[in-house]
């Protein structure tokens, strides 16, 4: 059987119209009802411009297979989540591209309760019945219903924070013109917070650039904000808002994986002695905050389905991924942009310090390469060779491609899922020319 290009190892992505239009959108939705035979399904779209009726399209296929559907509208990939977890329905699915650029759509899927279905739960049987095309018509057709469930997912939101302890703070918030700026607003008339707003208004043609703050380009717009605002804290988001990303005080960029220690040790003050997932790339600062805080650190394989079920699982309380991933356990498991920089925000008002100052030791203790990407011809056969050459007198992991740690450093190499790419973490325990050092000799083997 051939394949659909659009569908990957966790979600449905592609160019619009080649890979995805609204005729397969269609069949998706034909293929999702017929696999798991929902009997009502919410549904939204982020900011792109094909998104209305890539979801009418959808919403249709899964109404001619009997199915009703509840359509929030305009959203981010999180507020299906929370309906799919807070509604009376079986389901989600929003129609997104996350970060990708403007000619691009796709979808995101979750079944009762928001559990992700990705390509060993599901999304490979749904590929093959959209393919297959073979039509499901129910006796009765199903109903749609508009619904609004912003009002639920704010007050759920505000629940993180105890509004009697949050201060006045001056926050840049770059929604880089995707779905973020609606919720902002909705939250600046219940918090003691100046917004300074940067992209804020949704626009699907990007005119300030793809929604993607990993790019060095598009950090500029935030950072020089902060600065120019003498602000306490900037964040910018993707198009679905599902991450974010922080600035300090003086525009400096927050690593991800520093951000998962801070959180959770914030979060084990509340929650004494629970588990805490983390990803295998860099692992050492996460653990030793998690363990100094009580907590049990739970190292689970890359990705969100792989995290949201180890977190299942473990009845983990928080998980967190160095891509800027946050997951929580009262969000159904799931990842959400909006709750982390308000616990940030809440640990700023009440330690009276600013962030570069909370992050200063943790960076200093432990550096990082931050992820470094490879384009190889034979990726196995590379992570092989490093092995080889490097491994020796190391503790090997293989939780997600290769792990190895010695005293003073340690490293993960491993494979994307889409492409022929490897992608490499170094860190150090205080040395930062020891990790500038081994992070060049691996990326010369790798790239030979």
Known sequence: MSNLPCFKAYDI???????????????????????????????????????????????????????????????????????????????????????????????????????????????????RLALARQPLKAPQRGKLRQFDSRPAYIEHLLGYVDPARLKPLTIVVNAG??????????????LPFRFIKV????????????????????????????????????????????????????????????????????????NPGAKIIHDPRLTWNTVELVRQSGGVPVMSKTGHAFIKERMRAEDAVYGGEMSAHHYFREFAYCDSGMIPWLLVAQILCQCGKPLSSLLAERMAAYPVSGEINSTVADPLAVIAHIKERFAGGGTLDHTDGLSVEFDDYRFNLRMSNTEPVIRLNVESRGDQRLMEEKTAALLAAIRQ
């Not at 959203?75 to 990708?100: M, R, W």
């Not at 808002?241 to 959770?264: P, S, W």
């Open 13 to 127: 992505r592609g160019r619009v119209p080649e890979d995805l239009n609204e005729e397969l959108a269609y069949w998706i939705g034909q293929a999702y009802a017929a696999h798991f035979s929902p009997k009502t399904l919410a549904i939204g779209h982020d900011i792109r411009l094909s998104g209305p009726g890539l979801a009418k399209a959808l919403a249709d296929g899964l109404m001619t297979a009997g199915v009703d559907v509840v359509d929030i509208g305009q959203c981010g990939t999180e507020e299906i989540y929370f309906a799919a977890a807070h509604l009376e329905v079986d389901g989600g699915i929003i129609v997104t591209a996350s970060h990708n650029p403007a000619d691009y759509n796709g979808m995101k899927l979750v079944r009762q309760g928001a559990r992700p279905v990705s390509g060993d739960s599901g999304l490979r049987e749904i590929e």
């Open 199 to 270: 992209h804020h208004e949704a626009d699907g043609h990007f005119p300030n650039g793809v929604p993607n703050p990993l790019l060095p380009e598009n950090r500029e717009f935030t950072a020089q904000a902060v600065r120019q605002h003498g602000a306490d804290l900037g964040i910018a988001w993707d198009g679905d808002f599902d991450r974010c990303f922080l600035f300090d005080e003086g525009g400096g960029f927050i690593e991800g994986y520093y951000m998962v220690g801070l959180l959770a040790q914030a979060i084990l003050r509340r």
């Open 177 to 190: 013109n995707g779905g973020a700026g609606a919720v902002i607003d909705l939250l600046e008339e219940r």
